[in-house]
T-cell receptor, first 112, second 113 residues
């Protein structure tokens, strides 16, 4: 059974600071997905990491994937209040259309 | 068009009611999904349809009945729900190939009273 573990689950930080969210998983499959969710809203796709060594950046967010370590990171640079949200990493557990398994999510609060 | 449209956005229903949630996509995707998300929890997979056939049912109670009438439409029929079924119900679609990106709808916020 696929396990996807995120940490920390809760993060309160100040604007302007840097921090990293970690996502560990138990399969050897390649792809990993990061989503953002605002309160009461649906999931917004942030990054699709396709293979080992993938790095993607969008604004103050950068995601990377190390399939050998079964680890993905989401790095926040010079955080701003607008990035406050819950961030999920997710993976498919097998082949075909089998649905995503999500980490528990990291609830991020960025304070002025 | 990368949109998955869910209706209604909000639904309040009594425990004896019958209602349906609807999901539609026009991206040509042949896999569609229902997820349930409780407050402060991650989404949990309920059902997967692949080529309009039910391929995964994650041991969901029979008071939830999915239906995929065609390749663009996915329904979730609800009957005799319990208050603990109150949640955000998310629909998603993707190509039915290994690990393809899923696109999520805006969700239906369901409250059972």
């Amino acid at each position: 059974e696929l396990k996807v573990e995120q940490n920390p689950l809760f993060l309160s930080m100040q604007e302007g600071k840097n921090y990293t969210i970690y996502c560990n998983y138990s399969t050897t499959s390649d792809r990993l997905y990061w989503y953002r969710q605002d309160p009461g809203k649906s999931l917004e796709s942030l990054f699709v990491l396709l293979s080992n060594g993938a790095v993607k950046q969008e604004g103050r967010l950068m995601a990377s994937l190390d399939t050998k370590a079964r680890l993905s990171t989401l790095h926040i640079t010079a955080a701003v209040h607008d990035l406050s949200a819950t961030y999920f990493c997710a993976k498919y557990s097998g082949g075909g259309a089998d649905g995503l398994t999500f980490g528990k999510g990291t609830h991020l609060i960025i304070q002025p | 068009d990368t949109e998955v449209t869910q209706t209604p956005k909000h639904l309040v229903m009594g425990m004896t009611n019958k209602k349906s949630l609807k999901c539609e996509q026009h991206m040509g995707h042949r896999a569609m999904y229902w997820y349930k998300q409780k407050a402060k929890k991650p989404p949990e997979l309920m059902f997967v349809y692949s080529y309009e056939k039910l391929s995964i049912n994650e041991s969901v109670p029979s008071r939830f009945s999915p239906e995929c009438p065609n390749s663009s439409l996915l329904n979730l029929h609800l009957h005799a729900l319990q208050p603990e079924d109150s949640a955000l119900y998310l629909c998603a679609s993707s190509q039915p190939r290994r690990e393809t990106e899923a696109f999520f709808g805006q969700g239906t916020r369901l409250t059972v009273v």
